[in-house]
């Protein structure tokens, strides 16, 4: 495994994170939980993420009490706050009162002192960024929180929150968390180069955009029983995936990993990875196996020639932009 600054900081985040959105949370999912995480330190992955909207704290709990026989130090834990987690009016958004209170409840679900990097997960328009800024230095400032990040902040929003940190000589952001494959590539144009300049790392989700870049979704065919394409009951962004000339295309890709010697999502991940602003690809496994195989796609290295082919593939479907 290899290892990354997380934008201009001096914390180290290997290359691939693993996730617990939509995987961990209920009992029966602990053992898995137990076991990718036991995978993923054996593959040298030091960097772990969740939030507390994931299953209304259900995802923390899991991930907590899977990461609790591991020394502390060892590890880089990251959460996240904005979504509702009560139905009350200050529930919710990036207040000063929602953050520190929501941070508060984070660490008990955690079972930890501290949060490496704390995320704002998602832009509140109905509280002053300067609120939120300062909510997050104090945090700092208690040692509750080591760094603090955004995610799916857009370069605007990320500007002017490093303006406002500049002039109130706040704590600078560290990162941010956008979503970020081959078919959602938005944050090239503008986020990219703007967090690049005020320091943020990307650490990215949903690389393998929802499992079609693993090439288990063909053309023409009904997802598999037990896929998430075919459970009802998950989130179904990737249902706008689900078509023909997208499932086409994967496949495409996967003759192209074939031919380099690497799996599909080896292949994506790398592509992901080739962005210098880019600290860490967050993946989502629910086993081990799968932990292993996207973690031997660090240090993998696109030549020229792969990912001019990769873009030739792309083509077809360059303006497709998943439903959101």
């Given at each position: 495994?290899?290892?990354r600054n997380l934008g201009r900081t001096g914390l180290k985040v290997s290359e691939i994170g693993l996730g617990s959105w939509l995987t961990y949370g209920t009992a029966a999912e602990q053992q898995a939980a137990d076991a990718c995480i036991e995978a993923a330190f054996e593959q040298g992955i030091n960097f772990f993420d969740?939030?507390?909207?994931y299953n209304r704290?259900?995802?923390e709990k899991a991930m907590g009490a899977a990461l609790r026989k591991y020394e502390r130090s060892s590890y880089v834990l990251s959460t996240k706050v904005f979504f509702p987690m009560g139905d009350g009016p200050n529930d919710r958004g990036l207040s000063r009162k929602h953050i520190m209170e929501q941070c508060e409840a984070s660490l008990k679900r955690l079972g930890t002192d501290y949060i490496d990097v704390y995320f704002c997960h998602r832009y509140d328009g109905e509280t002053p960024v300067e609120e939120t800024l300062?909510?997050?230095?104090?945090l700092t400032a208690q040692g509750k929180i080591l760094y603090a990040g955004v995610s799916e902040w857009t370069a605007a929003q990320i500007t002017d929150a490093a303006a406002i940190a500049d002039r109130r000589n706040l704590r600078l952001l560290a990162s941010n968390q956008p979503i970020y494959n081959l078919f959602e590539r938005y944050i090239e144009e503008e986020v990219l180069p703007v967090s690049q300049s005020a320091g943020l790392g990307q650490v990215v989700f949903s690389p393998l955009a929802q499992g079609i870049l693993t090439g288990k979704y063909k053309p023409g065919q009904q997802p598999a029983a037990g896929t998430r394409g075919a459970d009802d009951s998950v989130n179904?962004?990737?249902g706008s995936y689900l078509r023909d000339d997208v499932l086409t295309v994967a496949q495409e890709l996967n003759a192209l990993a074939d031919s380099q010697n690497l799996k599909l999502s080896q292949l994506a991940?790398?592509?992901?990875l080739r962005q210098a602003g880019v600290s860490s690809a967050i993946i989502g496994a629910s086993r081990p196996e799968q932990v292993r195989e996207n973690a031997a796609a660090s240090g993998v290295v696109l030549s020229e020639e792969t990912i001019a082919e990769i873009d030739r593939i792309m083509e077809p479907v360059k303006d497709f932009a998943p439903a959101r």
């Open positions: 495994m290899k290892y969740t939030a507390n909207a704290g259900e995802g300062r909510a997050l230095d104090d179904q962004v990737i991940l790398a592509w992901v």
